[in-house]
């Protein structure tokens, strides 16, 4: 370090190489300290599960404060407003005027709530700010709109049910982000390294292709909207930039508002075909038990999608629509739509047959994503799944604890206990057969597999290598074998894709060929060709019961225990497929019917819900008062039942609009795959 920087720390030569404004909400100077260090800190590794950006100035700021001093923690991004500031616009532009210059931290001063008025929008809404970020690299600051039921304008028809609710909240979440996108509100302005301009872009969650309950637009019991964001507060080096901050809240936002959240300036007839198209899947989803099917595919379907990077449709003039072979044909009656044709996917065990390239994956992908509803035109939207539908699948070397694969595997070398199974490594038949224990063990009644993403060894064993290797010296009873008593006994219906042995023809209800994309109902066939190959060598073995499946309790999320200040751990939401807790990766990459990271996010806050809420012994909603000692499937209906109630915001601490619904099945999955949890048996 330089003579004149002798005696006065990191900081100072943080300061000087950087540059930055003053501290706090004082003017002038000041100094970099380790406080701000640990700011860089905190805020780079969470700007991944929060959102925003900041690329190689955010690592090289990380890296400063690994110097400078100590790590932050979630609960400081969490926490609510430091302050309760309430004013109007004019008393915002005077606080923007007034901070302008100042060190970034002054734009602390915002938090709290403005009453817009009608300068801003006719007939006014309240902006919230709810935390401020700490510094310009940092993830940016969370903000919220609320507009009146009487300014928002929708009709009471459109938000009668919940599920329509549900459609125009994604609808809305949708048009509020179009409206930032078209004016160029989204784009990240970055110029002259560390001293230039920096931020200023707004960002609204994202959805897919799916229509989801989401946190970032909700719907007032008495009609008003509320809309949540982030903003890059924008920064000249680490000094505040007060005018242009005030065009994007006092100029850009309120226009955002009008064109995206106003019923008056919505696309009436697209916001009116959303929801009608999501109310008529949903209707012919909960026609499917009463007609004994696990799922529906309307013709005229478009099932492939544009590429292995896009979930939208093929084009129309690429791809062959959907039609149903009369003999599996159903007719329904939908709210919107009237009689609509389809295939009907009948309770028991249906295959999926056909050559190579033919559909046989495509057609159970749709069938996977349709426990979701779609947005118009995504050409699966005459498709419905049961909702407790499960992809099942291989998955080498995740992690398995206290699972009873008994009913699959038993007689290991050594004795190793498999009904009450762990291991760090699961092998491919081990973990698959762990797979469909786990979701029986929350409630699955229906199972998706494909021969592609399964262990052979576990679905299949022929009469020579049964001679080869006789019973006493193979643990693995195939998933063939099991698969009657999985129907007739626990009520469990199977939809596989089988190209590679005929021997499931001997146990299947239902057999389906694609050809040329089309479907055709081979099940007579097939059962004259399982009777004409029958022999003494390829019948199978038939067991008169499935076998158990055992419940298990959830007693710990992490081993670190919450610190008497309640520092959370570090959350890192990298991509759908990735969670990182503090140093611990949770690979969510198998888990197929996870289809959006804004799930990702709120699995993971639900993890730190249950951290929380299992280190402390807390009550929670319900009769059964605490949450310790809850079977995994009771602290399921648990978190379910207080999203019903509170919405997405029961899960994290904070308001966050980047959060969308989760199955239960997915958060499952995410505990069993977390090497962290801890599991075990309990009595049923």
Not at 154 to 176: E, G, K, N, Q, Y
Not at 297 to 326: C, N, T, Y
Not at 568 to 583: E, G, N, P, S, Y
Request: net charge neutral; charged share 25%; aromatic share 6%.
């Amino acid at each position: 370090m330089s003579e004149g920087g002798r005696g006065r720390g990191r900081g100072w030569y943080y300061k000087q190489k950087y540059g930055g404004g003053g501290r706090g909400r004082g003017g002038g100077g000041g100094q970099y300290d380790a406080d701000e260090g640990r700011g860089y800190q905190q805020q780079y590794e969470q700007q991944q599960h929060y959102g925003g950006g900041g690329g190689r100035q955010a690592e090289e700021g990380a890296a400063a404060a690994a110097e400078g001093g100590g790590g932050g923690s979630d609960d400081e991004l969490d926490a609510g407003p430091a302050s309760t500031h309430q004013g109007s616009a004019a008393d915002l532009a005077v606080a923007l005027r007034r901070i302008d210059g100042r060190g970034y931290k002054a734009y602390k001063d915002l938090e709290g709530q403005w009453a817009m008025g009608p300068q801003q929008l006719p007939g006014g809404y309240t902006l919230f700010v709810d935390w401020v970020q700490g510094d310009p690299f940092a993830s940016p600051s969370r903000l919220r709109v609320i507009v009146p039921a009487a300014v928002a304008g929708l009709p009471a028809a459109l938000i009668s049910s919940r599920m329509r609710r549900t459609a125009v909240c994604d609808f809305l979440t949708r048009s509020f982000g179009a409206a930032v996108a078209a004016s160029g509100g989204d784009i990240r302005r970055q110029s002259g390294g560390w001293q230039g301009e920096k931020g200023g872009e707004m960002s609204v969650d994202r959805p897919g292709q799916h229509v989801l309950e989401r946190s970032s637009v909700l719907i007032h019991p008495d009609g008003a909207v509320e809309a949540r964001f982030t903003v890059a507060l924008p920064a000249r080096g680490r000094s505040v930039l007060g005018q242009w901050a005030s065009s994007i809240l006092l100029q850009n936002l309120p226009r955002y508002v009008q064109s995206g959240l106003l019923y008056a300036q919505l696309d009436r007839r697209a916001l009116q075909a959303h929801v009608e198209c999501v109310e008529d899947t949903q209707a012919l989803r909960e026609q499917l038990p009463g007609l004994g099917l696990v799922a529906f595919v309307g013709d005229g379907s478009i099932l492939p999608r544009k590429s292995g990077a896009s979930d939208e449709p093929m084009p129309a003039h690429q791809a062959v629509p959907f039609r149903a072979p009369d003999s599996l044909a159903v007719t329904l009656q939908l709210p919107n739509r009237g009689a609509v044709r389809g295939l009907g996917i009948r309770r028991g065990v249906t295959l999926i047959c056909g050559g190579g390239f033919h559909g046989k994956t495509t057609l159970l992908k749709a069938i996977e994503a349709g426990v979701y509803n779609k947005v118009p035109r995504d050409g699966r939207e005459l498709i419905a799944t049961d909702p407790t539908a499960v992809k099942i699948r291989a998955e080498d070397g995740r992690r398995v604890e206290a699972v009873n694969i008994s009913p699959f595997i038993a007689n290991l070398p050594f004795g190793k206990d498999t009904t009450n199974f762990a291991t760090p490594d699961a092998s491919g038949s081990t973990s698959q057969a762990a797979n469909i224990q786990e979701a029986l063990e929350v409630g699955a009644r229906t199972l998706l597999v494909d021969e592609d993403t399964s262990a052979t060894n576990f679905m299949i064993r022929d009469a020579r290598m049964q001679e080869l290797v006789s019973g006493a010296r193979e643990p693995i009873t195939p998933f063939i074998v099991k698969l009657p008593a999985l129907a007739a006994q626990r009520g469990v219906s199977c939809v596989l894709v089988i190209g590679g042995s005929g021997q499931y023809f001997d146990v299947a209800d239902t057999v389906i060929c694609m050809d040329e994309y089309l479907p055709a109902d081979v099940t007579a066939q097939a059962q004259a060709i399982s009777r004409r190959h029958a022999g003494p060598g390829d019948s199978l073995p038939r067991p008169e019961r499935y076998g158990d499946v055992t419940p298990r309790t959830l007693s710990s999320v992490h081993p670190r225990p919450l610190a008497a200040h309640g520092r959370d751990l570090r959350v890192k939401t990298r991509t759908r497929a990735c969670i990182q807790l503090d140093q611990d990766e949770l690979d969510l990459s198998a888990v197929e019917q996870l289809v959006e990271v804004s799930q990702t996010r709120a699995i993971a806050d639900a993890l730190l819900k249950l951290r929380r809420l299992l280190s402390s012994g807390g009550g929670g909603s319900g009769s059964g008062g605490g949450w310790r000692g809850r079977t995994l499937a009771q602290l399921l209906d648990a978190l379910e039942a207080e999203m019903d109630a509170h919405g997405l915001d029961a899960l994290a601490r904070s308001k966050p609009g980047n959060l969308a619904r989760p199955r239960r099945f997915e958060l499952a999955a995410a505990i069993n795959r977390l090497r962290t949890a801890q599991l075990r048996q309990t009595a049923v």
